[in-house]
């Protein structure tokens, strides 16, 4: 059995979520269930109606998914097995409930994960430009903006100064015009620059991309937006004030919701599963 690191209610429905994913000994669980974890773990006693907030957001959060892994059925939340559940979708409970919390963590799974689900909202391209950066790609910042600038087809006008490494921006997003009289397209198109928030303190970030700077840096025919993605699922009361705070938010419905099949990145796909396995491992062991 996972543990259960807190007794708020969002958290309480993330547990109840992973379990149904992972312990394949669980077909469903009850609110006495969930009591009695309650009880064990924090020594907190939980009433009909906290249990019954909880069990609210899990009924929103099955209206949520596109293909729901759950399905809410009175005091019980129950596994469908009739829908795959995909690493994506653990990997962000994993996150969502305990942060990166091990070194054998990829520190840029969500990052990945973000920049391919974004691509396939967009339909268009992604660059994963945090930091550290990934394999092939140019460690410096000003190297690694000049590098964005030219895939862009934006007009590069300065670097960062040196001690940035990666001025608050994981993920560039774009959506290109084919723009076929000049065999390649022009500057001007839908750019959103994202921040990642990891931690299990995601509910509590306040996305910081500094939109003013990197319009120095680049000088975009049309400006970008703002992006933040979250591990969780950000509950409707908070919904509108964290997205005039955030920018556009992609939190664990809205990846899970665009994730292409077939996933096309099999390395990430690999340490992803692997690390899910070991996360398993030792909290079955």
Not at 188 to 215: E, R
Not at 235 to 244: A, I, K, L, T, Y
Not at 258 to 277: G, K, V
Request: hydrophobic share 40%; aromatic share 10%; with cysteine.
């Amino acid at each position: 059995m996972f543990s259960l690191p807190r007794d708020d209610r969002s958290s309480v429905a993330d547990w109840v979520e992973l379990e149904l994913a992972l312990d394949p000994t669980r077909n469903s669980i009850s609110k006495a269930v969930v009591s009695a974890v309650l009880e064990q773990e924090m020594g907190a006693n939980a009433d009909e109606a906290f249990l019954s907030d909880v069990w609210r957001l899990l009924e929103r959060r099955e209206e949520l998914y596109r293909n729901p892994p759950f399905e809410v059925n009175d005091d019980l939340v129950a596994r469908r097995n009739d829908v795959a559940v995909h690493d994506v979708y653990v990997a962000c409970l994993l996150f969502s409930l305990y942060g990166v919390r091990t070194s054998r963590t990829d520190p840029q799974l969500l990052e990945r994960i973000a920049a391919i689900c974004i691509e396939k909202y967009l339909h268009g391209t992604s660059f994963v430009f945090g930091w550290p950066p990934l394999d092939g790609i140019p460690k410096k910042i000003g190297e690694r903006l000049a590098l964005l600038a030219s895939s862009m087809r934006e007009r590069l006008a300065d670097y960062p100064q040196d001690k940035y490494k990666d001025r608050g921006v994981d993920v560039v997003s774009w959506k290109a015009f084919v723009d076929e009289d000049y065999g390649q397209h022009r500057s001007g198109q839908v750019a959103i620059l994202t921040q990642c928030a990891a931690g299990q303190d995601w509910a509590s970030k306040k996305g910081d991309v500094p939109i003013d700077a990197w319009k120095q840096y680049i000088h975009w025919a049309s400006p970008p937006i703002r992006g933040f993605v979250v591990p969780g699922v950000v509950q409707d009361e908070n919904w509108h004030d964290m997205s005039v705070d955030c920018g556009l938010i992609f939190d664990r419905a809205r990846l899970c919701n665009n994730l292409p099949d077939p996933f096309p990145d099999a390395d990430l796909l690999t340490s992803m599963h692997n690390w899910i396995e070991e996360e398993k491992a030792e909290a079955t062991g």
